[in-house]
């Protein structure tokens, strides 16, 4: 049997765990095509390692170097087994009315899926997904993992939750001033929070300045209670438990978490955020973050600038529950 006859072998004991960035539709589907992403470069590859996809829209590819694009040809393929594309893979695992749409079951498949023997690189990978692949579709997550969040308008609305969340909002992609040095220029950035953390101090100029983002939100909304002790990620968690200053208590409960409370990141004292929305269906988490990377490539406690991020289950150490002005 030539292996595309085959089925499939999977082994989920050595499979990356990843969770699913979003659906992929090709651009002739009824509900239009979706946008490029890293994703669809990830899914190229992992094709590719299966022996269903050996172009790059249309044009042989002899080094492996494949675009963002999710085309009809790459979803629905052609005739020859190397270029079946997704439908090839469809065919091959028995998902029947898959289309050459991607979802979680196709998904499941590219990630747990072995190279089928007789294939060059079957034994140099035991998976079809590559490091390479793992990457890109972690950084997909992060853009497209949380489509459905609303974020909040860029005009504060009456609750005071959003104002502190609309704060953040309009700081997205500020990074430091130079880069490196934990502080900035701007009359409205990192220096500017890390001053009023200090109470008008200077002290937490060029300081790792994570708490100090999470404060400048807090004192936009008007909160009670905030001081300095935000700049430590350990005392917002002690104080969280204690029930003291502008928390209310701690928790590791997801549904009882806000957006608008804070969030510690990566172990005791490490890292906290901004919740941005309610947690997702696999337990990621939402947030804004200052002082992190855009995405899981470079540090994240100590990354240069202020984004957005979806947190996994795995980073989440607990929350610290916020009182709001007319909670």
């Known amino acids: 049997m030539e292996y595309w006859e085959r089925d499939y072998v999977y082994d989920v004991g050595v499979a990356p765990q990843l969770n699913f960035p979003?659906?992929?539709?090709?651009?002739?589907?009824?509900?239009?095509?979706?946008?490029?992403?890293?994703?669809?470069k990830a899914y190229k590859r992992i094709a590719w390692h299966l022996g269903r996809w050996a172009t790059v829209d249309g044009v042989p590819d002899s080094a492996p170097s494949f675009s963002d694009a999710y085309t009809n040809l790459f979803a629905h393929g052609e005739t020859n087994v190397g270029k079946s594309g997704i439908e090839g893979i469809q065919r091959q695992a028995k998902i029947v009315g898959g289309n050459g749409t991607i979802g979680q079951r196709t998904f499941n498949v590219m990630i747990y899926a072995r190279i089928p023997e007789g294939l060059p690189n079957a034994g140099k990978f035991p998976l079809a997904i590559d490091l390479a692949a793992k990457e890109l579709l972690e950084d997909a997550y992060q853009n497209f993992g949380d489509e459905d969040i609303v974020t909040p308008p860029p005009i504060p609305s009456t609750s005071k939750r959003q104002v502190a969340l609309a704060h953040l909002e309009r700081r997205v992609g500020y990074t430091e001033q130079p880069w490196g040095s934990n502080t900035d220029t701007r009359s409205d950035g990192i220096k500017t929070a890390q001053v009023h953390t200090a109470q008008g101090g200077t002290w937490l100029i060029g300081k790792p300045w994570c708490g100090c983002w999470c404060y400048y939100a807090l004192e936009s909304a008007g909160v009670e209670g905030i001081d300095s002790s935000l700049a430590s990620v350990a005392l917002i968690e002690e104080n969280a438990k204690a029930g003291r200053k502008c928390f209310t208590s701690w928790t590791l409960d997801r549904s009882k978490v806000k957006p608008g409370d804070l969030v510690v990141i990566g172990g005791y004292g490490v890292h906290v955020e901004t919740v941005r929305g309610k947690p997702l269906a696999d337990g990621s988490v939402p947030t804004y973050g200052g002082n992190t990377s855009a995405g899981i490539a470079g540090s994240q406690s100590n990354g240069g600038g202020a984004y957005r991020r979806v947190r996994f289950p795995s980073e989440v150490r607990g929350f610290a529950r916020v009182r709001y002005p007319g909670e």
């Open 22 to 40: 979003r659906p992929l539709y090709p651009p002739d589907s009824p509900v239009g095509g979706s946008v490029p992403g890293p994703d669809v």
